[in-house]
T-cell receptor, first 114, second 114 residues
Framework: NAGVTQTPKFQVLKTGQSMTLQCAQDMNHNSMYWYRQDPGMGLRLIYYSASEGTTDKGEVPNGYNVSRLNKREFSLRLESAAPSQTSVYFC?????????????FGDGTRLSIL | KNQVEQSPQSLIILEGKNCTLQCNYTVSPFSNLRWYKQDTGRGPVSLTIMTFSENTKSNGRYTATLDADTKQSSLHITASQLSDSASYICVVSAERGGGNKLTFGTGTQLKVEL
């Protein structure tokens, strides 16, 4: 049972390059999320998808786009990477946004922008 | 502004000893409070979730308490093991139209030594 799988695990980009972070979950969860984790700060929500076919902005959406490809997959795209986007990115899923069930996290993508 | 503050920032204890981590929050309207464990290089893993009516919840050697009146929570770890070395993150959920909004603390870094 893989849970939440993120790819790649590590990536180095040059300023201005683009890339897509992939996320897939096998728990039949309705809701999926993208967070970033920076030193000295709590996780911050970038975008979320409450259910298949819907996406909404979170706390720090600027510079990012997302796609909920199907119920299993939720991708995060950086169109023109900036050094400020150097971070660890986590994907998470849960049964629903209004539930008291936990979010399940992947192991992250460590992204460096030079 | 919704905030979650954790203390201490870091802690070193000897294997076999107990410890207590603190979380204070100013999140409203309160929905639930969560504790996560994050091992180095991994994603957060849920330990407990407590709603307003629950003041104690255990998960093995981990016991969380919640005082909704004073807006404080603690995580008590009994008979610590080397594998308990990790960051412990307090997360408070606020009710919002269409779903809950999570506010993450910055974590307490625990190191268990021989």
């Amino acid at each position: 049972n893989a849970g939440v799988t993120q790819t790649p695990k590590f990536q180095v980009l040059k300023t201005g390059q683009s890339m897509t972070l992939q996320c897939a979950q096998d728990m039949n969860h309705n809701s999926m999320y993208w967070y970033r984790q920076d030193p000295g700060m709590g996780l911050r929500l970038i975008y979320y998808s409450a259910s298949e076919g819907t996406t909404d902005k979170g706390e720090v959406p600027n510079g990012y786009n997302v796609s909920r490809l199907n119920k299993r997959e939720f991708s995060l795209r950086l169109e023109s990477a900036a050094p400020s986007q150097t971070s660890v990115y986590f994907c998470a899923s849960s049964t629903g946004r209004s539930s008291n069930q936990p979010q399940h996290f992947g192991d992250g993508t460590r992204l460096s922008i030079l | 502004k919704n905030q979650v503050e954790q203390s201490p920032q870091s802690l070193i204890i000897l294997e076999g000893k107990n410890c207590t981590l603190q979380c204070n929050y100013t999140v409203s309207p309160f929905s639930n409070l969560r504790w996560y464990k994050q091992d180095t290089g991994r994603g957060p893993v849920s330990l407990t979730i407590m709603t307003f009516s629950e003041n104690t919840k255990s998960n093995g050697r981990y016991t969380a308490t919640l005082d909704a009146d004073t807006k404080q929570s603690s995580l008590h770890i009994t008979a610590s093991q080397l594998s308990d070395s990790a960051s412990y993150i307090c997360v408070v959920s606020a009710e919002r139209g269409g779903g809950n909004k999570l506010t993450f603390g910055t974590g307490t870094q625990l190191k268990v030594e021989l």
